[in-house]
């Protein structure tokens, strides 16, 4: 009975060292939603617009706006009847796991949907059903319009298209002709990564620490391209970014591998054909949803932009979205209007946080000149988690040794 009891006592200690072992490592994180709608390589269609019920049509409010991360600008269908229903769909370079959507209808007197479905295709043409939609499930009536709906699967749907799909029978009241949605988010469950990719530090840092990061080797993308988005992060500002025609919102993204700390931007415009004047700076918050960490309005980037945010952020993606641009770009004197957004270089800021414990996440490396960047240093990992990891395991085994003595003195008696 003693021996027994000894044994199972040792078992116990084992299984909760390796068990906190595994919570201070990340093993046991919880997953997050990452919305995979404008992912790279995803492509987006649409039915058409109000007046050109052609798919993809860009006249008017066209379907690339509901991917933009702006809630204030939508897109508009064509008219919805029996004859000529509309959808919204997301293309993905790939299979993925997709645990569940969100959707923003436009808060317009045009629309007043009551139900739709969601529809997904796995590597063929046929759209199957995931789930039909209903007015009480939108909790919609006659004095009741809804603004959102979310929905988490109970089982995830292996898709490589996905798409909100609107018959005439659900649009709701009979003076409403189109479907006008803001914004559609696809979301695919990720580990989330412990410590690290948080947002917001609420470390304010030391401005004199202050210095470019370097992005050679990290991950670029955009709303449109005229040309590609890596020249805005090469060094040079001899090449640029430049989307496709003058229409806004576009939007500018930089992925790094690991999570940084980011401390301000600076952005060098061609103001001889761009003229940005409103912009968000958005984040992504533990790999999720992008968070406003900056808002320029009425205002003018020029030739060269510089802000400091007040704290460090950190994380692994950044967007830039350019919402408005005016008519002051320097080619003609008097100025001339924007014939695209254009950014010869998108740079980001580090720096030293003042604080005791240094940042948990990889230093990107000091560069004085971005187009002459040093080669980033290499990531320390978390020393705080090996540290109490190493501090758990001596705490097993000295547990351990205990119970092997009193072992050997029961055996004894």
């Not at 004047?277 to 984040?283: G, K, L, N, P």
Request: net charge negative; with cysteine; aromatic share 10%.
């Amino acid at each position: 009975m003693k021996k027994g009891f000894v044994k199972m006592a040792v078992i116990c200690i084992l299984c909760t060292a390796l068990f906190s072992a595994a919570a201070l490592t990340g093993f046991a994180a919880e997953d997050v939603s990452v919305n995979i709608a404008s992912m790279e390589g995803a492509t987006h269609h649409w039915s058409g617009t109000w007046g050109n019920n052609v798919e993809d049509s860009a006249s008017g409010d066209p379907g690339s706006n509901c991917f933009n991360g702006i809630t204030s600008d939508k897109w508009g269908s064509a008219e919805l009847t029996d004859a000529t229903p509309q959808w919204i769909s997301v293309v993905f370079p790939s299979a993925q796991e997709i645990s569940g959507f969100k959707i923003w209808q436009a808060d317009t007197i045009y629309t007043d949907n009551r139900g739709f479905t969601v529809e997904y295709q796995n590597g063929t043409d046929t759209w199957q059903t995931a789930l039909t939609v209903t007015a009480e499930d939108l909790g919609t009536s006659d004095t009741q319009k809804w603004t959102t709906f979310e929905k988490e699967f109970e089982t995830p749907v292996t898709a490589t298209a996905f798409r909100i799909y609107f018959t005439a029978a659900q649009k709701g009241k009979d003076n409403v002709y189109a479907v006008e949605l803001s914004e559609l988010e696809v979301y695919k469950k990720e580990a989330a990564r412990v410590g690290s990719g948080a947002g917001d530090t609420g470390k304010p840092f030391d401005k004199s620490t202050v210095t470019f990061m370097d992005l050679q080797n990290c991950g670029a993308s955009a709303s449109s391209s005229s040309q590609p988005p890596i020249n805005a992060i090469d060094g040079s500002l001899d090449t640029k970014w430049g989307s496709e025609g003058n229409n806004v919102p576009q939007w500018f993204q930089i992925e790094f591998d690991e999570p940084v700390n980011i401390a301000g931007i600076r952005l060098h415009q061609d103001h001889h054909w761009s003229d940005v004047t409103d912009m968000t700076v958005q984040i992504s918050v533990d790999g999720g949803a992008l968070e406003t960490v900056y808002t320029l309005t009425d205002g003018s980037l020029g030739e060269d932009y510089e802000y400091l945010f007040d704290t460090v952020w950190n994380t692994d993606t950044i967007r830039f979205v350019f919402t408005k641009a005016g008519d002051r770009c320097i080619r003609e004197a008097g100025g001339a209007p924007t014939t695209s957004i254009d950014m010869k270089e998108v740079l980001l800021y580090t720096a030293v946080v003042d604080a005791e414990d240094p940042p948990t996440s990889s230093d990107p490396g000091n560069t004085d000149d971005p187009t002459e960047p040093n080669v980033p240093n290499q990531p320390t990992g978390d020393s705080m988690s090996f540290l109490f990891l190493i501090c758990i395991l001596t705490a097993g085994g000295s547990a351990l040794n205990l119970a092997l003595r009193q072992k050997r003195s029961l055996e004894n008696k």
